[in-house]
């Protein structure tokens, strides 16, 4: 049975930092490449940022230079290092690898 487990949300001030992990069991980490979504309300759901297996990163236009997906294949979990974060940020993020998706974690960043 396969599980992704976000942690790490919360409430931020403007220009503070969060991290958020995503711990994956039940699938073969390493070859997935594993993905940072988030979801507004009343926005559709978009990526933020991606990691291939062999560490290739890529991010969306509005992140960049701000966040940092890193992954740690030993233990399984994948990392978003946010920060200068904005009021803008604010969604619910979900990691999401193999197909499968994690339950997210709510993000607030108030100004």
């Known amino acids: 049975q396969v599980h992704l487990v976000e942690s790490g949300g919360g409430l931020v001030q403007a220009g503070g930092s969060l991290r958020l992990s995503c711990a994956a069991s039940?699938?073969?980490?390493?070859?997935?490449?594993m993905g940072w979504y988030r979801q507004a309300p009343g926005k559709q759901r978009e990526l933020v940022a991606a990691?291939?297996?062999?560490?290739?990163?890529n991010y969306a236009d509005p992140v960049k230079g701000r966040f940092t997906i890193s992954r740690d294949n030993a233990k399984s979990t994948v990392y978003l290092q946010m920060n200068s974060l904005k009021p803008e940020d604010t969604a619910v993020y979900y990691c999401?690898?193999?197909?499968?998706w994690g339950q997210g974690t709510q993000v607030t960043v108030s100004s």
């Open positions: 039940g699938i073969i980490f390493s070859i997935y490449a």
């Open positions: 999401m690898g193999g197909n499968y």
């Open positions: 990691i291939l297996s062999a560490g290739r990163t």
